[in-house]
């Protein structure tokens, strides 16, 4: 029997497998569906079905995808390194360029100092016609003001007299007589008119501005808070609502409210702390490790 003509071949081992072949067949030998993985790994099913299927136009950014990998290997109990190699292999990660900004011209540069110029040629114009337009301004109030004060300062118990002037015409006809008075005034030099309508004045009541009582809002029954220590990626679902996925960068701060729950995968456990209600959830994880968190715990 020559086994050099066998035509059976051994099965491919995990580093030469398709990764999304692996992935899938994973899956199906644990006789899981697709929606049981969705529920467990909290990752929506078209994310599922384009890893499995290597859609990889249709998953965001490579640190999303690399996520979505380490939890769906540790749920399905294969080796994370393994499967990341694997998709660095298909799709090598692209480290960020910055886009070198072209040199401004000369000619652009010269036009931009004309505009400034011109910008604080019109401001200083615009100061100097506001100082002005003021300056006038109180100056005729000044002149005002004295005029009204010359005109009152009268010594108490002055009297003020009244003038007849008769006006004839040519022809002789009968006069006319006007009449020039002015209000007298009392012993303390203030008029009768101006004191009647202090008096009315002083005898009206202030008005008492009535109580706005503010209406305090509804707290929340839960506050969640996020310091993040090193670059960490997480879903969360808020009272089981649909997940929100996170990308956070070192030094960054977050802050949910729930009326129930939180629901958080984690994909980097030793670089983000947690703190419910003010109260420090505690450690959590090494780093690169994936943790599923329920809060609060029950």
């Known amino acids: 029997m020559n086994n050099g003509n066998s035509s059976e071949q051994a099965p491919d081992t995990p ?8 992935l899938r067949k994973s899956r199906e030998e644990r006789h899981i569906d697709l929606d049981a993985a969705v529920k467990a790994t909290r990752i929506r099913r078209h994310n599922l079905e384009a890893l499995e299927n290597e859609e990889w136009d249709k998953l965001p950014s490579q640190v999303f995808v690399r996520g979505f990998l380490r939890s769906y290997a540790e749920f399905l109990g294969l080796d994370k390194e393994l499967v990341l190699s694997l998709y660095q292999k298909r799709c090598p990660f692209k480290q960020y360029q910055p886009r070198v900004l072209q040199g401004i ?40 003001y004295l005029d009204t004060q010359s005109m009152t300062e009268k010594k108490a118990g002055d009297t003020v007299t009244t003038e007849d002037i008769q006006i004839q015409d040519n022809a002789g006809a009968q006069g006319l007589s006007t009449k020039k008075e002015t209000a007298s005034e009392d012993k ?60 956070f960068r070192p030094g960054e701060r977050m802050r949910w409210t729930a009326e129930d729950s939180f629901d958080i995968l984690i994909g980097n456990a030793g670089g983000i702390e947690f703190s419910l209600n003010g109260n420090p959830i505690g450690h959590l994880g090494a780093e690169g490790k994936v943790v599923r968190l329920k809060l609060p715990e029950g």
């Open 105 to 144: 011209s000369a000619e652009s540069g010269r036009w931009r100092l004309i505009i400034i110029v011109s910008f604080l040629a019109i401001a200083l114009v615009a100061g100097i016609m506001y100082f002005w337009a003021q300056k006038v301004s109180v100056t005729g109030k000044t002149f005002q």
């Open 15 to 22: 580093e030469e497998m398709n990764l999304g072949s692996l």
């Open 188 to 247: 303390t030099g203030i008029p009768t008119e101006l004191e009647s309508k202090e008096d009315t004045t002083a005898q009206e009541e202030p008005l008492i501005p009535e109580e706005v009582k503010d209406e305090q809002p509804l707290s929340p029954k839960f506050v969640l808070t996020a310091t993040v220590n090193s670059r960490t990626w997480i879903a969360i679902s808020i009272d089981n609502e649909s997940s929100r996925e996170y990308l």
